[in-house]
């Protein structure tokens, strides 16, 4: 008999805390997983939680569908790439007019855009739906972006917004748009998440290296700034990790990770996305640039020994001016990350709504913050203006972007690396400039592409006379 209201196959971290959390709030879910071994320490996990009432476990895939009502809604979350087109493939011969696959995990916004065109004259719906939160989030309630299938979106609906963070008695799920649209909010999210991360990264060298801070001062100080505009989950969690202590060692954590940071591509995607379509996300292009410069670790200890050490010098720079530097350096690189989304949103004709988009971030995500709750009523209207010409947002920066300047040029002086804030810094200083010079590029090409050039009040593809035997 087909009991359960949902299927979910892919029991590893997220998946099974997803199921997990969907028992949790009444539903019940069918389970399956390729290996079976998993389905068996799923439910032994559900009993010990007293949420085996809830689940169905079927190690065969025709039983596992079968148990699902019609019009079945079926979470895949299996590993992102191959493994998602193979599961698709296994799943069709069991599926019926009007099913759904709903991808929750971190795929390729084009690949999901594919997948969404093949099955759909098939009749089956494909949903592309981009989860944040990590561990925790998918067991107690993350943000969760959806995309694709719009009428199978309405049969998941209840449950998808149930399992989902809740702000101020809101879920923190929506629908975004057709195709591949929830895995492309989800890949610009990660990428902003990228540059969040690395600026804080930045504050935290000042504060080692330049103000000869120690990891617990770091630690007070992030934990009180997350009190004030700074609030956010990343600024908590910073907190939290710079106080931890190794217990082998009573040495602070922090010093005895290896300095190498880790990535799984979304900030690469987004990057990629950005330049294609030409918008500028310098934010998210230096933070995954640093990530890069960090893996990097025998090339960086070789230039260290040819180039010395740094000049630590200390730094002629306050922590309100460095809290102060971390809020502009945020505005910027949320400014560009939401520029790409407006742009993707018109290249697609996916209609994306930034203001729910600002919303569904407020809690459950990586990167929620207070700050977003701005950001959702600055797009309240409607409209996809840049916003560091929101009025709101044009206070804080005019208020802020003093001091991200000294913080940058302090580090130059003190050689403390800074490519995400500088990089921040350097749009805001671009976007900003009325006359720039790139009137010295076009002459440039002009010289040795005939490119043309456009001379104000006289019109465009013109010409320069220049001299034709230079370098000959
Ligand atoms: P993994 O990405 O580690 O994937 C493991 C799961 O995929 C297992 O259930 C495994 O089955 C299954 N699997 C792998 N290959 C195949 C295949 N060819 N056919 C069928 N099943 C297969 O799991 P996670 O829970 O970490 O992540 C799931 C998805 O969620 C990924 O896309 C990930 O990027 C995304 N995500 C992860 C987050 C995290 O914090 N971990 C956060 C947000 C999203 P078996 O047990 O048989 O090997």
């Not at 998946?15 to 028992?23: D, E, F, P, V």
């Not at 998602?84 to 099913?99: A, S, W």
């Not at 049969?155 to 895995?183: D, K, M, R």
Request: contains cysteine.
């Amino acid at each position: 008999m087909s009991t359960a209201d949902i299927g979910l196959i892919g029991l590893a971290v997220m998946g099974s805390n997803l199921a997990l959390n969907i028992a949790e709030k009444g539903y019940t879910v069918a389970v399956h997983n390729r290996s079976a071994g998993r389905i068996d320490e799923f439910v032994a996990m559900a009993k010990e939680q007293g949420l085996d009432g809830k689940v169905i476990p079927k190690a065969d895939l025709a039983e596992f569908v079968a148990a699902v009502k019609r019009p079945r809604s079926i979470i895949i979350m299996v590993k992102a790439g191959a493994p998602v087109d193979e599961m698709i493939e296994h799943l069709l011969p069991h599926l019926e007019q009007g099913d759904a696959i709903i991808e929750c995990g971190n795929s390729l916004f084009t690949d999901t855009q594919r997948r969404f065109d093949y099955l759909k004259p098939k009749g089956i719906g494909y949903l592309g739906v981009g989860v944040s939160g990590g561990e925790e989030g998918a067991r107690h309630g993350p943000s969760i972006m959806v995309g694709g299938s719009k009428e199978q979106w309405h049969n998941a609906e209840p449950v998808l917004t149930a399992i989902a963070a809740q702000f101020n008695g809101e879920s923190c799920c929506a629908y975004l748009g057709e195709g591949g649209a929830g895995h492309f909010v989800k890949t610009i999210h990660n990428g902003i998440e990228y540059g969040d991360m690395q600026m804080i990264a930045e504050v935290y060298g000042v504060m080692r290296d330049g103000l000869g801070m120690s990891p617990k001062q770091a630690s007070d100080v992030f934990k009180e700034w997350n009190k004030g505009p700074l609030n956010s989950y990343l600024i908590e969690i910073t907190g939290h990790v710079l106080a931890a202590v190794d217990s082998e060692s009573g040495k602070p954590l922090v010093e005895l990770i290896l300095d190498k940071a880790g990535q799984k591509g979304t900030g690469v995607w987004s990057a990629i996305a950005a330049q294609q379509m030409g918008v500028p996300a310098t934010a998210i292009e230096g933070a995954v640039a640093a990530r890069s410069i960090s893996s990097r670790k025998d090339e960086r200890v070789a230039a260290e020994a040819i180039y010395g050490k740094r000049n630590a010098t200390k730094a002629n720079i306050t922590l309100a001016d460095l809290e102060k530097a971390l809020l502009a350096g945020k505005i910027v690189s949320y400014a560009q990350g939401f520029a790409v989304i407006a742009k993707a949103s018109d290249e697609n004709g996916w209609n994306l709504p930034l203001s729910t988009i600002a919303k569904i971030w407020r809690a459950g995500c990586i990167i929620r913050s207070r700050f977003l709750d701005q950001m959702a009523a600055a797009y309240s209207k409607g409209g996809n203006t840049n916003l560091l010409v929101v009025p709101d947002f044009v206070t804080l920066m005019k208020d802020s972007h003093p001091s991200l300047r000294k913080v940058v040029a302090a580090a130059a002086v003190g050689e403390f690396p800074m490519i995400c804030l500088s990089a921040a810094l350097s749009y805001f200083d671009s976007f900003r400039q009325a006359q720039g010079t790139a009137n010295l590029i076009q002459g440039q090409r002009d010289f040795f592409g005939a490119h043309g050039f456009e001379i104000v009040g006289r019109g465009g593809d013109l010409h320069g006379t220049w001299p034709s035997t230079l370098g000959k």
